[in-house]
C-alpha cells in the first residue's frame, strides 16, 4: 500500500505539471529598414498553460527593458536580439526565449555574368562592364523580408525602377541584360523605401556604386591552318591569293577539315559567333570557340561552289569585316606511273630512285590534297634503255626540240622505250641531265623526267613537274612557299587559282 500512495503522488504531480506547462513563439528572424517598425513574437505569443501571464520583453546586450506588453511594436536603429521571459502567474513556471530584428545595413553590391566560369565578385566605383554580357547584381547582407527597391540609372533617364519584395533569408538579386543604347556611365542603387511612395527622395538608406558599360570591342578574327594535326591538314589553305583578312580553305564534298580562329583581343572571345553563309555548302562549329585561339572544325555539304565563314558579335550580331573563303570541291583523280630508266649502251650508268611512299605521301598528304585531287601511283619494273645517243653519259635536255614538241631526241628515245599508255602520265627518273635541272614536263603533256640525282627536294620536283604537265600549271617565281616555284626548295603550296585549274 505503501508504494501505491508514492506513485499515486508521482502520477498528480506530473499531470498538474503538464497542465502548467506552456510555449513560447517569439517568431522567426525579421529584417527591416531604417526607420521602420516591426512587431514582436507571434500572436498568440504564448500556448499552453494557465493563460494568466506577465510579459517582459528586453534587449539581450545591456538588459535595458522594452515592453510588458504580448507583442510590442519596436523600432531599433541596429541589429538587435530581442529577449522575452514569460511567467505563468498559477504555476509560477518561468520560460524565455529570444526574437532577433536586423537592420538591413547594406555593405557591398556583389555581380556575376554570364560566363560560365566566372565568379560573384564585388563591384566598385568605376568599374567597367561588357555590354555583351547579362549580370546579376546582389546586395548584401539579405533583406530577409519588407521591401526594397532596385535602380539602375543610365545618368538620364532612370531606365530601371522596381519594388523587390526578397523571401526570408535570401539576398536581393537583379537581372540586367543591357543593350549597346546602354553604352556609358551607369549607377544601380539599392535603399530602403521608408515612406512607400517608390521613389529615392535622397533621405532613405541607400547602397549604389557607379560603372560604367562600354561596348565589346573586337579588333579582328584571323584565320590560320593547322599544322600540328596529322597527316598535315587535310586539304588547302591559301592565305595570299587575296589576303590575310580573306583567306580560302578548300574541302572535300561531305568531309571536315580544321582551321584555328584567333580572337583579339582575346579577352573578348566568348563575345563571338561563328557561323556559314550557306549551310548547303559548308558548317562550321563550335558556334563560340571554348579559347580565343582555338580549332574550327569545317563540315562540306552537299553542294559544290563557294561560300564564307563569317563572325559576330553575339550582343548586337554585328559583322565582324574578316572572314574565311571556304571552297566545296569533289575529289577528283588521275593516275601516274614511275620507272627508274638506267642507260645502256657505250657509256652506261644507273638512275636514282624515290621510294613510292615518299612519292605517295608527298603527292597526296601535302600538296594535291590543298586541290582535293588524289593521285594513284603505280611503280613499273625499272629499264635499261640505249637513249645516250651522243655517248656523253647525260641525258640530253636543252638542244633545240624536235618537231614533236619539248622533248629531245634522246627524250624521246626512253618515251618510246618505256612508256604505257595505260596510265594517264608517266614519269621516268633519268641521272646525269646535260643541263643540271631538276627535270622536265611539257604543259599538257603525258610524260616527264625526273633527275634525282641532283640532290633537290625529289617529291618536290615530281609534285612541280606533274603540275606542268596534267594541268598546265606556270612557274610562280615570286610566291616562294609554291610547288611551281622554278627555284626553291622545301616547297609545297598551292593557291586557290591553281585548285580551280587543278579541278
Not at 545595413?105 to 555581380?111: C, E, G, K, L, R
Not at 549604389?208 to 589553305?237: C, H, Q, R, W
Not at 650508268?349 to 582535293?372: E, G, H, K, M, R
Amino acid at each position: 500500500m505503501k508504494y501505491k500512495k508514492i506513485l499515486a503522488g508521482a502520477l498528480l504531480l506530473f499531470l498538474q505539471f503538464n497542465a502548467w506547462a506552456f510555449v513560447i513563439h517569439p517568431g522567426a528572424d525579421q529584417t527591416i529598414c531604417p526607420g521602420e517598425s516591426v512587431t514582436l513574437g507571434d500572436n498568440p505569443l504564448v500556448t499552453g498553460g494557465s493563460g494568466n501571464y506577465t510579459y517582459t520583453w528586453t534587449e539581450q546586450t545591456g538588459g535595458t527593458l522594452v515592453s510588458s506588453l504580448e507583442n510590442p511594436i519596436v523600432n531599433p536603429t541596429a541589429t538587435t536580439i530581442y529577449e522575452i521571459a514569460v511567467t505563468d502567474n498559477e504555476s509560477g513556471i518561468m520560460c524565455s526565449d529570444i526574437a532577433i530584428v536586423n537592420v538591413w545595413m547594406p555593405t557591398s553590391i556583389m555581380y556575376v555574368d554570364s560566363d560560365p566560369t566566372s565568379i560573384l565578385a564585388p563591384l566598385s566605383d568605376g568599374d567597367v562592364l561588357k555590354l555583351c554580357e547579362t549580370y546579376t547584381f546582389t546586395v548584401d547582407p539579405a533583406i530577409g523580408s519588407g521591401q526594397i527597391n532596385v535602380q539602375l540609372i543610365d545618368t538620364d533617364p532612370i531606365i530601371f525602377d522596381e519594388t523587390v519584395v526578397s523571401q526570408l533569408g535570401t539576398s536581393l538579386t537583379y537581372t540586367f541584360d543591357p543593350t549597346l543604347d546602354d553604352d556609358g556611365a551607369m549607377t544601380i542603387r539599392f535603399w530602403c523605401d521608408e515612406n512607400g511612395n517608390g521613389s529615392y527622395d535622397g533621405g532613405e538608406l541607400s547602397y549604389e556604386i557607379d560603372f560604367t558599360l562600354e561596348d565589346v570591342m573586337i579588333s579582328s578574327v584571323k584565320y590560320t591552318e593547322l599544322f600540328n594535326v596529322a597527316p598535315y591538314y587535310k586539304y588547302g589553305f591559301d592565305d595570299r591569293t587575296l589576303s590575310v583578312d580573306e583567306p580560302w580553305k578548300s574541302i572535300e564534298k561531305g568531309q571536315t577539315d580544321i582551321v584555328q580562329g584567333n580572337i583579339l583581343p582575346a579577352a573578348n572571345f566568348q563575345q563571338v559567333e561563328f557561323y556559314s553563309e550557306d549551310l548547303n555548302k559548308v558548317t562550321v562549329a563550335p558556334v563560340t570557340l571554348p579559347s580565343a585561339a582555338d580549332q574550327l572544325t569545317l563540315t562540306a555539304g552537299n553542294t559544290l561552289g563557294e561560300t564564307r565563314i563569317k563572325s559576330k558579335k553575339k550582343c548586337d550580331e554585328s559583322i565582324i569585316d574578316d572572314h574565311l573563303c571556304v571552297v566545296n570541291y569533289e575529289k577528283k583523280t588521275a593516275t601516274v606511273s614511275v620507272r627508274v630508266v638506267h642507260s645502256g649502251g657505250t657509256v652506261p650508268y644507273t638512275s636514282t630512285d624515290i621510294p613510292d611512299a615518299d612519292i605517295i605521301d608527298f603527292l597526296n598528304n601535302v600538296c594535291y590534297n590543298q586541290a582535293v585531287f588524289e593521285w594513284t601511283v603505280t611503280r613499273l619494273p625499272a629499264m635499261t634503255v640505249d637513249f645516250d645517243l651522243n655517248m656523253d653519259g647525260m641525258i640530253d635536255v636543252n638542244p633545240p626540240p624536235p618537231a614533236d614538241g619539248w622533248m629531245t631526241a634522246e627524250m624521246i628515245v626512253i618515251r618510246d622505250n618505256a612508256a604505257d599508255p595505260a596510265y594517264d602520265y608517266n614519269l621516268f627518273f633519268v641521272d646525269n641531265p646535260s643541263d643540271g635541272s631538276l627535270g622536265y614536263m611539257g604543259y599538257g603533256q603525258m610524260y616527264g623526267f625526273v633527275h634525282a640525282d641532283a640532290g633537290a627536294d625529289d617529291t618536290g620536283v615530281v609534285a612541280h613537274e606533274l603540275g606542268h604537265g596534267a594541268f598546265s600549271l606556270q612557274h610562280t617565281t615570286p610566291d616562294i612557299d609554291n610547288i611551281m616555284h622554278d627555284t626553291s626548295t622545301g616547297k609545297f603550296r598551292l593557291r586557290k587559282d591553281q585548285w580551280d585549274l587543278i579541278q
